[in-house]
T-cell receptor, first 116, second 116 residues
Framework: GAVVSQHPSWVICKSGTSVKIECRSLDFQATTMFWYRQFPKQSLMLMATSNEGSKATYEQGVEKDKFLINHASLTLSTLTVTSAHPEDSSFYIC????????????FGPGTRLTVT | AQKITQTQPGMFVQEKEAVTLDCTYDTSDQSYGLFWYKQPSSGEMIFLIYQGSYDEQNATEGRYSLNFQKARKSANLVISASQLGDSAMYFCAMRGVSGGYNKLIFGAGTRLAVHP
């Protein structure tokens, strides 16, 4: 149980285009989902907290207009990287918190984005 | 502010031996949680173990145990009987009341290599 999926697992796009990454909780409901970014050989940095039915809360330094987050249902959150640039190339990981188990976060497998 | 410090960039251990991965933390919160995650080369984050700040006993999960020393603000992970499949990056993380129990702060990680 408590499986989180991400789609796509990897994507290559050209500079200036937009890319959408989906995060789904497959067998549980998640009122809160989280988006992290991980550069090579570095740690995870929280980008934003996504709450179902409301606006996402972004961490300091994260551009809201560039990283659009939508949490339309209890099982789906999306991250759209708009007008992507090579410096946006990174590993993006989402996680979801199980309503009944507030202290655990279940992570998706991640999406590797390469912007050329 | 909350901070996690992992001072060991890399660790080596012989198969079947035990290994300790260090983690120290800094927080002004009275209530907080400490986590360890494993990240294999595939990139997925695998939850290993959790320790609450008010838990009196050290957490254990199979071959994983957390050596929690509250006064020293340390939460070291002990892996007993190492296996080749334990080779991965290991991240210590914490969450506290000041972060609304939402924000996971990660350490820089320790890369563990298990040798046969």
């Amino acid at each position: 149980g408590a499986v989180v999926s991400q789609h796509p697992s990897w994507v290559i796009c050209k500079s200036g285009t937009s890319v959408k990454i989906e995060c789904r909780s497959l067998d549980f409901q998640a009122t809160t989902m989280f988006w992290y970014r991980q550069f090579p050989k570095q740690s995870l940095m929280l980008m934003a907290t996504s709450n179902e039915g409301s606006k996402a809360t972004y961490e300091q330094g994260v551009e809201k207009d560039k990283f659009l987050i939508n949490h339309a249902s209890l099982t789906l959150s999306t991250l759209t990287v708009t007008s992507a640039h090579p410096e946006d190339s990174s590993f993006y990981i989402c996680s979801a918190r199980l309503i009944e188990r507030r202290y655990e976060q279940y992570f998706g497998p991640g999406t590797r984005l390469t912007v050329t | 502010a909350q901070k996690i410090t992992q001072t060991q960039p890399g660790m080596f251990v012989q198969e079947k031996e035990a290994v300790t991965l260090d983690c120290t933390y800094d927080t002004s919160d009275q209530s907080y949680g400490l986590f360890w995650y494993k990240q294999p080369s595939s990139g997925e984050m695998i939850f290993l173990i959790y320790q609450g700040s008010y838990d009196e006993q050290n957490a254990t999960e199979g071959r994983y145990s957390l050596n929690f020393q509250k006064a020293r603000k340390s939460a070291n992970l002990v892996i007993s009987a190492s296996q080749l499949g334990d080779s991965a990056m290991y991240f210590c993380a914490m969450r506290g009341v000041s972060g609304g129990y939402n924000k996971l702060i990660f350490g820089a990680g320790t890369r563990l290599a298990v040798h046969p």
